[in-house]
């Protein structure tokens, strides 16, 4: 694995040999896939004399039931002094998912600045793509994670009437553009690539003109080509020739479909990892899988580990333990190659069995 691949650090942290995480499983199959990632994550941690706290938040949709909130309401403030937040799928067909999003991801993203969404997709050992060059798929998108279309300004009026109506106002700022943008433009040096711009300038005549001007000038001010592409025409050039692409910045809308889209292509948005970052480490990131909880397998011990394991090989690296990430992803990939595969990928192995063949690859 390409350290750059994964993540382009602000700057380096300090080397440290004990580290204190919030573990918040979450729901669905969150609550097998992250005692499996953190049953790897402690083996190769050992390896290289590291030790973690894990500090367990249970946080969710149950909490919700007993509570009637997804996290407590000086939950930020408990994870303030943390050195991350290791977050597993999160959603319930009983809670509509506004309440769940809103009440934990969101409001961590929003309260800890964790402006940068970093989602990796390459092909895997083993695992096939839907779509004719997809084997060659190796690309990160950098979406912004805070503002854009998932505003909270809006709002609804005359609610059942034959009148009603709701609006839902986007928010670009040239502070929230830049820093991604910026965020981005160095990912892109780093891969000696061009960086690819998604934008509907053409239709939504005030963000999108915005958003185009100032990724121009932060991809001049870097040094590093862009190429602004229409956000159908993207869509539809990332399926056919998903080779081409190396970074995308995106919005926080564009970010979201792009990054599934392309997980999909690689062959499973269930192996997808992501990382929600706070690049100056003012305060702590948040690591989480791109699948969601998948209710209809949960407790049955067949769901699919690897895009929370994965989520772990982003949590390392950005913990500064570069060879032991490293080391995880090499695991996960050896597992693979190995023919062990679950279900969602057309083998037979459980949660389980995949986690201890991980185990013994470290």
Same mark, same amino acid.
């Given at each position: 694995?390409?350290?750059?691949?994964?993540?382009?650090?602000?700057?380096? %942290?300090?080397?440290?040999?004990?580290?204190?995480?919030?573990?918040? /499983?979450?729901?669905?199959?969150?609550?097998?896939?992250?005692?499996?990632?953190?049953?790897?994550?402690? #083996?190769?941690?050992? &390896?290289?004399?590291?030790?973690?706290?894990?500090?367990?938040?249970?946080?969710?949709?149950?909490?919700?039931?007993?509570?009637?909130?997804?996290? +407590?309401?000086?939950?930020?403030?408990?994870?303030?002094?943390?050195?991350?937040?290791?977050?597993?799928?999160?959603? =319930?067909?009983?809670? /509509?998912?506004?309440?769940?999003?809103?009440? @934990?991801?969101?409001?961590?993203?929003?309260?800890?600045? $964790?402006?940068?969404?970093?989602? /990796?997709?390459?092909?895997?050992?083993?695992?096939?793509? +839907?779509?004719?060059?997809?084997?060659?798929? =190796?690309?990160?998108?950098?979406?912004?994670?805070?503002?854009? &279309?998932?505003?909270?300004?809006?709002?609804?009026?005359?609610?059942?009437?034959? $009148?009603?109506? #709701?609006?839902?106002?986007?928010?670009?700022?040239?502070?929230?553009?830049?820093?991604?943008?910026?965020?981005?433009?160095?990912?892109?040096?780093?891969?000696?690539?061009?960086?690819?711009?998604?934008?509907?300038? !053409?239709?939504? *005549?005030?963000?999108?003109?915005?958003?185009?001007?100032?990724? $121009? &000038?932060?991809? =001049?001010?870097?040094?590093?080509?862009?190429?602004?592409?229409?956000?159908?025409?993207?869509?539809?050039?990332?399926?056919?020739? /998903?080779?081409?692409?190396?970074?995308?910045?995106?919005?926080? @809308?564009?970010? =979201?479909?792009?990054?599934?889209?392309?997980?999909?292509?690689?062959?499973?948005?269930?192996?997808?990892?992501?990382? !929600?970052? !706070?690049?100056?480490?003012?305060?702590?990131?948040?690591?989480? %899988?791109?699948?969601?909880?998948?209710?209809?397998?949960?407790?049955?011990?067949?769901?699919?580990?690897?895009?929370?394991?994965?989520?772990?090989?982003?949590?390392? &690296?950005?913990?500064?333990?570069?060879? #032991?990430?490293?080391? @995880?992803?090499?695991?996960?990939?050896?597992?693979?190659?190995?023919?062990?595969?679950?279900?969602?990928?057309?083998?037979?192995?459980?949660?389980?069995?995949?986690?201890?063949?991980?185990?013994? !690859? *470290?």
């Amino acid at each position: 694995m390409r350290k750059q691949d994964e993540i382009a650090q602000a700057g380096e %942290p300090e080397p440290r040999s004990r580290f204190t995480i919030d573990l918040i /499983p979450g729901d669905g199959i969150g609550l097998e896939v992250v005692p499996a990632a953190v049953e790897a994550v402690d #083996a190769v941690t050992r &390896e290289y004399g590291v030790s973690i706290d894990w500090r367990h938040r249970d946080w969710g949709s149950e909490y919700f039931r007993r509570h009637g909130v997804m996290m +407590p309401a000086d939950g930020l403030d408990l994870m303030s002094d943390g050195d991350g937040i290791f977050l597993g799928a999160v959603g =319930d067909p009983e809670i /509509p998912d506004d309440v769940t999003l809103w009440g @934990l991801l969101i409001p961590i993203r929003r309260a800890f600045m $964790q402006y940068v969404n970093l989602r /990796p997709v390459r092909a895997l050992p083993g695992v096939d793509s +839907p779509v004719r060059s997809g084997q060659l798929i =190796d690309l990160v998108v950098v979406r912004e994670n805070v503002e854009g &279309e998932y505003s909270q300004i809006g709002g609804r009026m005359y609610q059942g009437s034959e $009148q009603e109506a #709701a609006f839902q106002q986007a928010i670009f700022t040239r502070t929230g553009i830049t820093r991604v943008a910026e965020y981005a433009a160095r990912l892109a040096a780093s891969r000696n690539a061009k960086l690819t711009s998604a934008t509907k300038s !053409n239709g939504i *005549i005030h963000t999108m003109p915005f958003w185009d001007e100032v990724v $121009q &000038e932060v991809a =001049d001010e870097a040094g590093v080509p862009v190429e602004h592409i229409l956000i159908d025409a993207l869509a539809a050039k990332l399926v056919a020739t /998903p080779e081409s692409f190396s970074v995308i910045v995106a919005s926080n @809308l564009f970010g =979201d479909v792009l990054s599934d889209l392309a997980g999909a292509i690689a062959g499973s948005i269930g192996v997808a990892p992501s990382a !929600n970052l !706070n690049p100056e480490r003012r305060y702590p990131s948040m690591f989480e %899988p791109v699948h969601g909880s998948a209710p209809d397998i949960a407790g049955q011990g067949v769901a699919n580990p690897v895009g929370q394991m994965w989520t772990a090989v982003m949590m390392l &690296e950005h913990l500064g333990l570069g060879p #032991a990430s490293a080391h @995880l992803m090499g695991a996960i990939e050896k597992t693979l190659e190995q023919g062990l595969r679950t279900r969602d990928l057309g083998g037979s192995a459980g949660t389980a069995e995949f986690t201890q063949a991980v185990c013994r !690859n *470290i």
